[in-house]
């Protein structure tokens, strides 16, 4: 059965404390991985699209980059702004599937 | 260029009632997704329509759940006699072509239509 699973769950950081959030998938036939950044009450934003191992892509403070069994969200230097629920996906057809995100907090 | 549309963005429904959501993608974009999000849950895909045409309903449960993209209009998800556990976040995505079929593989979302069932 295809499977995005995300870690950690939650991840408290400090202003300027970097991390990663991993997303581990088995999604046959993976043509692209999603990620996307989600603040409550709100719809996923879109981030990142990433199609072949060894892809990054960067956006401001945030890196991705995937292998042939998981994505990596490298965040540099965090800021309060960017709290928010991180989710990754798995395509191969025309839908997604999702990991249950990971709850990122970055206090002052 | 307006994002994905949906409304109404806040639903109640009394358990056996109807519950019409209503999504208009992006402009220029054909393809429309639905997924929906359960509390402490991951996004769940539900289906996926082309104008007049559903691609994929794989997600969808088989009774009560239709879903509909008219050649004009929004596309409509309906749910129909809706008990307490059809209680979620639903949202639409909308993308300009197929997925991987070459160039503009984003699903964008919209802010989501937030079921409550008394």
């Known amino acids: 059965e295809d499977q995005v699973t995300q870690s950690p769950e939650a991840l408290r950081l400090q202003e300027g404390e970097s991390s990663s959030l991993n997303c581990s998938y088995t999604?046959?036939?993976?043509?692209?991985l999603f990620w996307y950044r989600q603040d409550p009450g709100k719809g996923p934003e879109f981030l990142f699209t990433?199609?072949?191992a060894g892809e990054e892509k960067e956006k401001e403070r945030l890196k991705a980059t995937l292998t042939k069994k998981e994505s990596f969200l490298h965040i540099t230097a965090p800021k309060p702004e960017d709290s928010a629920t991180y989710l990754c996906?798995?395509?191969?057809?025309?839908?997604?599937?999702f990991g249950k995100g990971t709850k990122l907090s970055v206090k002052p | 260029n307006a994002g994905v549309m949906q409304n109404p963005r806040h639903l109640v429904r009394r358990r056996g009632q109807e519950a019409r959501l209503r999504c208009s993608p992006m402009?220029?974009?054909?393809?429309v997704y639905w997924y929906r999000q359960l509390p402490e849950e991951g996004l769940k895909f539900m289906v996926y329509?082309?104008?007049?045409?559903?691609?994929?309903e794989s997600g969808m449960p088989k009774e009560r759940f239709s879903a509909e993209f008219p050649k004009e209009g929004p596309s409509i998800l309906r749910i129909q006699q809706v008990v307490r556990g059809d209680s979620a976040a639903y949202f639409c995505?909308?993308?300009?072509?197929?997925?991987?079929?070459?160039?503009?593989?984003?699903?964008?979302f919209g802010p989501g239509t937030r079921l409550t069932v008394t």
């Open positions: 995505a909308s993308s300009p072509n197929i997925l991987f079929a070459g160039g503009g593989n984003e699903q964008y």
């Open positions: 999604v046959s036939g993976l043509r692209g």
């Open positions: 990433l199609y072949s």
């Open positions: 996906a798995g395509g191969s057809q025309g839908n997604l599937i």
């Open positions: 402009k220029g974009h054909s393809h």
């Open positions: 329509l082309q104008k007049e045409n559903i691609i994929d």
